[in-house]
Nanobody, 119 residues
Framework: QVQLVESGGGLVQAGGSLRLSCAAS????????MGWFRQAPGKARDFVAA????????YYADSVKGRFTISRDNAQNTVYLQMNNLKPEDTAVYYC????????????WGQGTQVTVSS
């Protein structure tokens, strides 16, 4: 079992930055990959970024490449999402997740944190 708690969301103007954090507990943190997803009002939940157990491999949605950076601190049991040059279309609830096997859908999810980007 894994418990995930996101923080760091808020209201920011376009072009601004935010850093989201996701604190994990319940299992050995450095044994699993982690991902960030987001869901805008009326839309499906979309993949944003993922990182492997060691932090050596990262993956990004095309829409955030070059603007967002995912990282992890295994000593602090925390994964981060640094978001720069934010755009109004980045407005969404952001969730961190841990997959079960290869499936995030079947895995563990946090409660989400709201990010609102004003134009």
């Amino acid at each position: 079992q894994v418990q995930l708690v996101e923080s760091g969301g808020g209201l920011v103007q376009a072009g601004g930055s935010l850093r989201l954090s996701c604190a994990a507990s319940g299992r050995t943190f450095n044994s699993y990959a982690m991902g960030w997803f987001r869901q805008a009002p009326g839309k499906a939940r979309d993949f944003v970024a993922a990182i492997n157990w060691s932090g050596g491999s990262t993956y990004y949605a095309d829409s955030v490449k070059g603007r967002f950076t995912i990282s992890r601190d295994n000593a602090q049991n925390t994964v981060y999402l640094q978001m720069n040059n934010l755009k109004p279309e980045d407005t969404a609830v952001y969730y961190c997740a841990v997959p079960k096997g290869s499936s995030y859908t079947a895995g563990y999810w946090g409660q989400g944190t709201q990010v609102t980007v004003s134009s």
